[in-house]
T-cell receptor
Framework: EAEVAQSPRYKITEKSQAVAFWCDPI?????LYWYRQILGQGPELLVQ????????DSQLPKDRFSAERLKGVDSTLKIQPAELGDSAMYLCASSLVTGHSYEQYFGPGTRLTVT | AQKVTQAQTEISVVEKEDVTLDCVYE???????LFWYKQPPSGELVFLIR????DEQNEISGRYSWNFQKSTSSFNFTITASQVVDSAVYFC?????????????WGAGTKLIIKP
């Protein structure tokens, strides 16, 4: 069964350092999402791609976060510099197309700890 | 205003008991979709079900069943004969046709603990 791949699964970094996460969506899925999830809360959308284009990054803290999906397949989310408040689970999801009838499939996530 | 409410923060039951997780939503759209996801301790969100607003038929999948009632804006999830492996956080989510880019609006989740 096709899955969304993410790496690394765990990351510990010191504040002010740079950190990057990678996501490979299910093959053929045009829409890719990056979420941040703080313990005890639901996921918060950071950025949404349709193919290689950003369709929504309104919740992305653009002073320190950046995301790209250069060839419309895999994607990278970067934080520079990391802050203590960035400690969270970062989830990647993909769906066949953008549309409210299409379910999103999630990867295993990257648990980030900033010290 | 929160559009998806999961009032039960945490539920604890003994294995083999039946348990119902509540989800109440708010929307002005006539076309919308409702979802349930499971998040086990490993962290990955697992898709369970999607229901569109025009289909109020209840759905059963093994020990899982879903009751969709538009009259009360609820989409409740029942696990019959619960098992320890059902322990997880369960999220209900809403997608509205009028919402830009069809983004999911998530509830806060219900933590389900199944005791052996």
């Amino acid at each position: 069964e096709a899955e969304v791949a993410q790496s690394p699964r765990y990351k510990i970094t010191e504040k002010s350092q740079a950190v990057a996460f990678w996501c490979d969506p299910i093959s053929g899925h045009a829409t890719l999402y990056w979420y941040r999830q703080i313990l005890g809360q639901g996921p918060e959308l950071l950025v949404q791609f349709q193919d290689e284009s950003v369709v929504d990054d309104s919740q992305l803290p653009k002073d320190r976060f950046s995301a790209e999906r250069l060839k419309g397949v895999d994607s990278t989310l970067k934080i520079q510099p990391a802050e203590l408040g960035d400690s969270a689970m970062y989830l990647c999801a993909s769906s066949l197309v953008t549309g409210h009838s299409y379910e999103q499939y999630f990867g295993p996530g990257t648990r980030l700890t900033v010290t | 205003a929160q559009k998806v409410t999961q009032a039960q923060t945490e539920i604890s039951v003994v294995e083999k008991e039946d348990v119902t997780l509540d989800c109440v939503y708010e929307t002005r759209d006539t076309t919308y979709y409702l979802f349930w996801y499971k998040q086990p301790p490993s962290g990955e969100l697992v898709f369970l079900i999607r229901r569109n607003s025009f289909d109020e038929q209840n759905e059963i999948s093994g020990r899982y069943s879903w009751n969709f009632q538009k009259s009360t804006s609820s989409f409740n999830f029942t696990i019959t004969a619960s098992q320890v492996v059902d322990s997880a956080v369960y999220f209900c989510a809403l997608s509205e046709a009028s919402h830009s880019n069809y983004q999911l609006i998530w509830g806060a989740g219900t933590k389900l603990i199944i005791k052996p």
